[in-house]
C-alpha cells in the first residue's frame, strides 16, 4: 500500500536556525511524484514542490532545499536561516496516478520563535 | 486569476440538515477533486472529476455527492448532515493533460463545516 509518514509530529526552532523535515514514503509504482505542502495559521494550503520519482538531484528556492533519496525513500525538507513567517503545518505528499488522490502524511507543525 | 474558490468560509450545521459547499476554478484546469482534512490530520479524498460530465468517488465518499456540470464548477453536496462530517473541506484542481493525476494541485481557501 502506499503510504507517506512524516515521523516528526512538531519541531520547534528559533529563528535563524536551520530545519529539515522529514518524510518517508512507500510505494510500488516506478513512476511517481512527490509534493509538499505549507498550510499556515490561516488554513490555506501553498504548494511549495513538485518532484517526480526520476529526478534525483536537489533542488533548492531561495531558503528551501530538498534532498529526493530513491535508495532510502526519503524526499526531505530543509528550510535554511528560519523566520517567524515558516511557522506553519507542512504536509508531505505521494500522488496516486491510479485513484487521483494525493496520499498525505500527517505533517509536521513548525514553530519558529522569534 | 483567483484560483480556486470556495463558499462559504464557515457553516455551522444541524444534523439532518443538507447543504452544498460551492467550488469554483478560473484556471481552466480540467481535473477537480474534494478533500476533507479532520484535526491533525492529512487530507482524504471525497471525490474527483476529470472532466465536466465526470466523476468517481475517492477514498471516503459516503454521505456526499457531486456533480459537474461545467469546467469551472465542482459543488459537493451534504446530505442529512452528521456529527461525522465535521472537518475541513478542500476543493483542488490540477490541469491533468499529458500529466493526469500527477500534475500539481492547487487548493482552495476551505470551508470549516460543523455538524452539531
Known amino acids: 500500500a502506499q503510504k507517506v509518514t512524516q515521523a516528526q509530529t512538531e519541531i520547534s526552532v528559533v529563528e535563524k536556525e536551520d530545519v529539515t523535515l522529514d518524510c518517508v514514503y512507500e510505494?510500488?509504482?516506478?513512476?511517481?511524484?512527490l509534493f509538499w505542502y505549507k498550510q499556515p495559521p490561516s488554513g490555506e494550503l501553498v504548494f511549495l514542490i513538485r518532484r517526480n520519482s526520476f529526478d534525483e538531484q536537489n533542488e533548492i528556492s531561495g531558503r528551501y532545499s530538498w534532498n529526493f533519496q530513491k535508495s532510502t525513500s526519503s524526499f526531505n525538507f530543509t528550510i535554511t536561516a528560519s523566520q517567524v513567517v515558516d511557522s506553519a503545518v507542512y504536509f508531505c505528499a505521494l500522488s496516486d496516478d491510479n485513484t487521483g488522490k494525493l496520499i498525505f502524511g500527517q505533517g509536521t507543525t513548525l514553530q519558529v520563535k522569534p | 486569476n483567483a484560483g480556486v474558490t470556495q463558499t462559504p468560509k464557515f457553516r455551522i450545521l444541524k444534523i439532518g440538515q443538507s447543504m452544498t459547499l460551492q467550488c469554483t476554478q478560473d484556471m481552466n484546469h480540467n481535473y477537480m477533486y474534494w478533500y476533507r482534512q479532520d484535526p491533525g490530520m492529512g487530507l482524504k479524498l471525497i471525490y474527483y472529476?476529470?472532466?465536466?460530465?465526470?466523476?468517481d468517488k475517492g477514498e471516503v465518499p459516503n454521505g456526499y455527492n457531486v456533480s459537474r456540470s461545467t469546467t469551472e464548477d465542482f459543488p459537493l453536496r451534504l446530505e442529512l448532515a452528521a456529527p461525522s462530517q465535521t472537518s475541513v473541506y478542500f476543493c483542488?484542481?490540477?490541469?491533468?493533460?499529458?500529466?493526469?493525476?500527477?500534475?500539481?494541485?492547487?487548493f482552495g481557501p476551505g470551508t470549516r463545516l460543523t455538524v452539531l
Open positions: 483542488a484542481s490540477s490541469y491533468g493533460g499529458t500529466s493526469g493525476f500527477t500534475d500539481t494541485q492547487y
Open positions: 510505494t510500488r509504482d516506478t513512476t511517481y511524484y
Open positions: 472529476s476529470v472532466g465536466a460530465g465526470i466523476t
